[in-house]
Structures are given as C-alpha cells and as structure tokens.
C-alpha cells in the first residue's frame, strides 16, 4: 500500500487565495488588526512554535520510541530474559566449591591414633569439590529452550509496544492537524467578516447605508474571532497531548510540519484478508502469543522430566589438621599431606512415588497450553475485527472525502456568487451569512474528512506491519 504522506512543510496558496479581490485588498490589514485585538497571547505562542523546526510524523514517531516510559520498560524485561537464558546455558557446567573449617574439642575425643583419651583437640581441614549433572531428564535442555522462547516473546513484547505507540502517535498527529485546519478556516472567516465591516464602514462614512448594518457585521466579527480562539485553544490542547505523549517538557516550541496531500490516491484498498494475512505474519502481539504457545508445549515437557532418573557426579580434594592440644603432633604441612584424599562418585536418583506431584505438573502445563492457545486465537480475532474495523472506515472515509471536495468547491462557488450580490447591493445579509456558513462549514467538514481519511489509511499500514 503505498504512503500517501509526503513529510514536508505545506507550501503554496491557502484558503485566503479563494476569496474575492475586493476582499483579498482587505484580507492582511483586517485580519492582522482583528486577530491581534483578542488573541496576541495566542498568536505569541504560534510565533515561538514557528522558531523551531517542525516535527514530521516520522520524527514524532522515532522520538516517542526513544523516550516513551512503555517502551523502555519492555526492552528493560527484554534485558532480563536476556540474563534468565544465560543463567539457564550455564547450568550446563559443574559447580565448584572450595572449604575450610576449623574446630576444638574440649574434653574426651579421639585421638591421632583413633583411641579415645582425655584431652583437649583441635581440627583444621580444607576442601575442594565439584558437581556436575549428567542427566536430568532433559530439564537442562528444556529450560535452555523456554530461556529463548521468553526472550523472543520479550522482544515481541518489545515490538508491540513501539507498535501501540506509532499508532497513539499517529492519531494525535491528525488531531493537530485537523485543528490547524480548523484554526485555518477560522482565519478565512475572520478574513471574510474583517473585508466586509471595512465595506460597510465605508458606505456607511459615505452615507450609504446605515449604523445598525454596520453594527451587525461587527458583532459577526467579534463572533468569528471568538471561533477562532477556540479553536486555537483546541489546537494547543492537542498540542500537549502529543508533546505528552513524546515525554516531552513543554508544548512550548513545538509544532509539526503538515504533510502534502494529494487528492484521493488512486489506489486500491487491500481486502480485510490480505491486509489479515500480511498482519500474521509481521504483527508483533500475534507473534508474542504464538511463542508463548511454544512455550507452554516445551513447559509440558520439562513437566515430564520430573519422571526421570538423574546421574549427578561429583569429585573433590580433602585434607586436614588434627592436633592434641599440650602434646606433641605431627607437623601442620605432613599432616596435610599425609591425609591429602580425593575422591569421585556417581548418584543416581530414581524416582518411585513424588506424591502425584510431577502427574499434577503434567496436568497443569497441559491446562497453561489450553489457556494459551485460546488466548493466541483471541489476539487473532481481535486483530481480524480491528482490520476488518479499518478496513470499511478507510472506504467510508474515502467516499466521505472525495464527497467533501465535490460539496467544498460548490459552497465555495455560491458563496463567491452570493457575495457579488451582496456588495451588489442585490442581497440581504442574511443570505449573505447563509452562504457564508455553508461555505466555511463546507471547508470544515472537508478538513476533517481529509484527516479522517490520512488517519484510516496510515492505521490500516500500521495494522498490516508496516
């Protein structure tokens, strides 16, 4: 499916190339005058938004992986599961240990000769030992095997939680954009109304019309202003939504840079199906699920090994120090030497009767692997229906744009006819604010038509795994 965002800066003509001459004479004084009278706070702060570099949706979505506190904490788990394989790969070698004591005896003990005498004693002795498994019932290698399959479903985890945020990413990329597209059709109302009170203000100096004409048209001014602070109000919230959303300090200086829609792409829609199918495969909480079902089967066996024998080696070195305490003993070094020992020895371990407990391990990992498998069918159907969700509201947001241009560009005409009757003096102005909201509503509804439809599209590509 091909992206339709082109990331880069809106350039060219605006909305305000589509109003009359005589209103576009009017257009830069007016508006600056009616915009700076009640919002300089505002326009302030879009001034310091203009003094950084814009964000492109690629931008917010690489900055927000980066920093998002989710995504860290996934790939700190990762890390963990990352050290639980390597702990499991390790059980593989043998354990050494090395020891030493040291004990007195006080009283009747055995002596150097082995006889029993009255005397006060003392032992030192110092070992060396190690084991090492031979056979376990395959729990080494079974362990070994869950190890990886955590660590993969960890960074599947990891995956799907960068996946969450391009799509929260994503959405409150189009928020800001549809109100900067509201705030854009503010300002041409604005434009519009600030044209038409300098109009009549002059007619009226010229003794052509009346106050109260004047009066009302200034009293719609101050209304299309006070829309206009809403909206501006509407598109700093979503501001901050996304500059929360990038773990960012402040919305001050921040704005994004509006990607270049042509109109409607002539492309197909892939089927519900297709866009499934490719989700399967590339999807990371389908992926997630499936090793966690692996995971469950090798549980199972690892729960099986608790039928088998074990074979343990285990070898070591031995000495020590026996002394009687007043009386004379063999040196400290030849007694070490002379009762130097190692040894070696092989246990074998048959299990006979565990009190059921391996049986009802078995029978536990069985009931995991049911719940898991379940739980991988319900992550596949939840991701079906959430296509198949996308899927008809990326074509009903498809015909609802292309239905949007088409109503655009007629209002827009009968507004421009409307208002040459207007200042014709041929029409009321009634008509006129009639032809007006139609217009603007018109252009409103297309803004957000045209969001509708680059949201839809771009989910439909992030469900898909793209």
Request: hydrophobic share 40%.
């Amino acid at each position: 499916m091909r992206n339709i965002f082109l990331e880069q800066p809106r350039r060219g003509k605006t909305r305000e190339s589509q109003l009359t001459p005589h209103q576009r004479s009017a257009v830069w004084g007016g508006t600056r005058k009616a915009v700076s009278a009640t919002c300089g706070l505002l326009l302030s702060l879009t001034i310091a938004h203009a003094q950084s570099d814009p964000w492109t949706l690629d931008a917010c979505i690489q900055y927000a992986i980066d920093h998002n506190l989710t995504v860290k904490q996934s790939e700190i788990m990762k890390s963990q599961r990352e050290v639980e394989l390597n702990t499991a790969k390790n059980s593989v070698w043998p354990t050494v240990q090395a020891s030493a004591s040291q004990s007195f005896s006080f009283g009747r003990g055995l002596s150097e000769y082995n006889t029993y005498v009255s005397s006060n004693t003392a032992n030192t002795s110092f070992g060396l030992g190690g084991t090492m498994n031979l056979f376990t019932g395959l729990r080494v290698k079974n362990n070994i095997e869950m190890g990886k399959l955590n660590l993969e479903a960890a960074a599947a985890d990891c995956d799907k939680a960068k996946e969450d945020i391009r799509i929260a990413v994503t959405q409150a990329y189009m928020q800001i954009l549809y109100q900067m597209e509201v705030c854009e059709v503010a300002k041409l109302q604005i434009a519009i109304d600030s044209a038409q009170v300098e109009r009549l203000t002059t007619l009226y100096e010229l003794g052509k019309i009346g106050p109260a004409e004047v009066s009302a048209r200034k009293s719609t001014l101050a209304q299309s202003r006070l829309t206009y602070t809403q909206a501006h109000n509407s598109l700093m919230a979503a501001t901050l939504d996304m500059t929360q959303l990038l773990e960012l300090e402040s919305p001050i200086g921040f704005v994004i840079a509006e990607p270049v829609l042509e109109a409607v792409p002539p492309v197909e829609l892939p089927t519900p199906e297709q866009i499934y199918q490719e989700a399967l495969q590339h999807r990371a909480a389908v992926r997630a699920e499936e090793i966690r079902t692996d995971y469950a089967k090798t549980n199972i066996a690892l729960a099986k090994g608790g039928w088998w024998p074990t074979l343990t080696m285990n070898g070591g070195l031995v000495t020590d120090y026996y002394a009687l305490l007043g009386r004379t003993s063999k040196g400290f070094g030849e007694q070490l030497r002379d009762n130097f020992s190692p040894y070696v020895g092989v246990s074998l371990n048959i299990p006979i009767f565990d009190r059921l407990e391996t049986r009802n391990n078995v029978r536990m990992a069985k009931l995991q692997l049911e719940s898991q498998e379940i739980q991988t069918e319900n992550v596949k159907k939840t991701l079906y229906k959430e296509i198949q969700q996308a899927y008809f509201n990326a074509v009903a947001s498809k015909d609802k744009y292309a239905s949007s241009q088409a109503a655009e560009v007629s209002a827009k005409e009968a507004f421009d006819l409307e208002t040459a009757l207007y200042e014709a003096g041929k029409s009321t102005g009634t008509a006129f604010n009639e032809a007006k909201n139609n217009y603007l509503q018109s252009a409103a509804n297309l803004s957000q038509a045209k969001c509708e439809f680059l949201y839809q599209v771009q989910l439909l590509q992030l469900l898909a795994g793209e």
